[in-house]
């Protein structure tokens, strides 16, 4: 997991030079606790990049943590689940000393294999030491139904018994996923998926710390804080959580979808990856759109309407821009409301909805948009009188828009209204200053017209015309 180094490396090669450097040794759910604790007192966000989740789901994850318990994370489909337990990597010291060459990042004040534990003995203060930095200590494993015990417990290594071991020494294990995140985090992403038995597997680890292989009991005192994520099990029909590791939990959080629109608007901010601009208004629309979306009643909202729906619009509407600017030979793309129509056209297939509206889905995504762009438009310009225009196009004249018309186009296009400062303050509401913000400014002051019957539209696959209507 990436994650910026911002500190240097500490100096100590050797358990004595790390004794006499005065490092003190703790737990990892002391480590969580400590560093967390330390950031709310300093006012510092120990949850960077999270939207929508600060007086919900932020203070009981908090609260988990101090608590010291292992997490699972329950919601629908593009939540943050995964974001978020990702951003527990935060809260672990930068850099910790492991024991050197040791398979499971030991400290080397507790070596806990028989191996490093050997090896300690040995050396004494000359043992050596590695520095592991935190991004180092975080592991992630999406849970599939082809996931093994060995995968995440361990299992006996063929190579090391062909070498002459017996298979009752320890040192003959290969040891899976949950023992290498010693010290550490290890995340378990989707974890009904995993198959009931491998689910058992886990018990022994999540309560008594310890693995058992093949029916060998190796006692290993596992610091391990495990946390997973989970769709609600009403949804989830390809498995489910086990009472039993359930029940090992100690919290079991309800993620949701921002209930702002202002934190939805952020989520898309900082996820989308844009090739043009797309204005902050048609952002909005696109997060009302997803929102109106997980309100419809011909959408299954036990499957969701992922964040993802709504960073993928905005890159699918940015994307339109640039065709178009490149077509067209503008040297500033910006996004304009009759590239929303986009989102449609290839994003259709990632809402799920209700198994009687076979036919019309089409029909209720154009209904939809057409409702988040109308609460917009109302939102933005509120109290804006555009009597001028409209009986501007009642007289006669029409306004051309479409992918082949280039926005200095449009806006040379549009009917002159005498000593009327209109335009000007529709771009002002917007926030517009180029010319490709204004054109997108004032024609979705048209499509709002448009939508409260004031004007008319003819559209084809390439032009748009406003009209009298």
Do not use: C
């Not at 999406?142 to 015990?149: C, G, I, K």
């Not at 449609?344 to 809402?351: N, P, Q, S």
Request: glycine residues 8%; hydrophobic residues 40%.
């Amino acid at each position: 997991m990436a994650d910026s180094q911002t500190g240097p490396r500490p100096a100590p090669t050797t358990v004595g030079e790390l004794r006499a450097s005065g490092h003190t040794q703790k737990s990892l759910r002391q480590e969580l606790r400590d560093n967390l604790l330390a950031k709310l007192a300093s006012g510092v966000n120990p949850w960077p990049g999270l939207h929508g989740l600060e007086d919900t789901v932020i203070p009981q994850v908090e609260r988990a943590i101090i608590a010291g318990h292992d997490i699972v994370l329950l919601g629908e489909r593009g939540q943050g689940k995964t974001r978020l337990l990702r951003t527990l990597v935060g809260l672990l010291d930068e850099w910790t000393p492991v024991i050197s060459g040791s398979e499971l990042g030991e400290h080397p004040y507790e070596p806990i294999t028989a191996g490093s534990i050997r090896l300690a003995t040995e050396q004494g203060d000359l043992l050596g030491i590695e520095w592991r930095h935190r991004s180092e200590r975080y592991a992630e494993k999406l849970a599939t139904p082809d996931t093994s015990v060995a995968d995440l417990v361990g299992d006996v290594d063929p190579m090391k018994v062909a070498e002459g071991r017996s298979l009752g020494d320890p040192e003959t294990i290969h040891f899976g996923l949950i023992p290498r995140s010693h010290r550490g985090i290890v995340a378990i992403n989707e974890l009904p998926d995993l198959a009931e038995r491998i689910q058992v597997a886990m018990l022994n680890v999540m309560e008594e710390r310890d693995i058992q292989i093949r029916g060998y009991l190796v006692r290993l005192p596992l610091d391990v804080l495990v946390v997973a994520s989970a769709n609600p099990e009403d949804y989830t029909n390809r498995g489910r959580i086990i009472t039993p590791l359930k029940d090992r939990f100690g919290a079991e959080i309800r993620t949701h979808y921002p209930v702002e629109l202002e934190a939805e608007v952020a989520v898309i901010n900082q996820e989308a990856e844009l090739t043009a601009e797309v204005t902050d208004p048609l952002l909005e629309v696109i997060a009302r759109f997803t929102r109106e979306l997980r309100e419809s009643a011909s959408v299954d909202q036990r499957s969701g309407v992922s964040a993802r729906f709504s960073i993928a619009a905005a890159e699918t509407v940015a994307a339109s821009a640039l065709h178009r600017s490149t077509v067209l030979g503008e040297a500033d793309p910006v996004a304009r409301p009759v590239d929303l129509a986009t989102v449609i056209d290839v994003l259709g297939g990632k809402v799920e909805f209700e198994s009687g509206e076979e036919g019309r889905e089409r029909t209720i995504l154009e209904h939809l948009l057409r409702t988040a762009t109308a609460a917009t438009v109302r939102e933005l310009y509120r109290g804006l009188d555009f009597r001028l225009l409209v009986e501007a196009v009642e007289d006669g004249a029409t306004i051309t828009t479409g992918e082949r018309v280039s926005a200095a186009d449009f806006l040379s296009g549009l009917p002159v209204l005498g000593e009327s400062e209109l335009y000007d303050q529709i771009a002002e509401r917007a926030g517009a200053s180029s010319e490709g913000e204004r054109a997108s400014a004032i024609e979705l002051a048209l499509e709002g017209l448009y939508l409260a019957r004031r004007l008319s539209k003819d559209s084809d696959a390439t032009t748009t015309l406003y009209g009298r209507s």
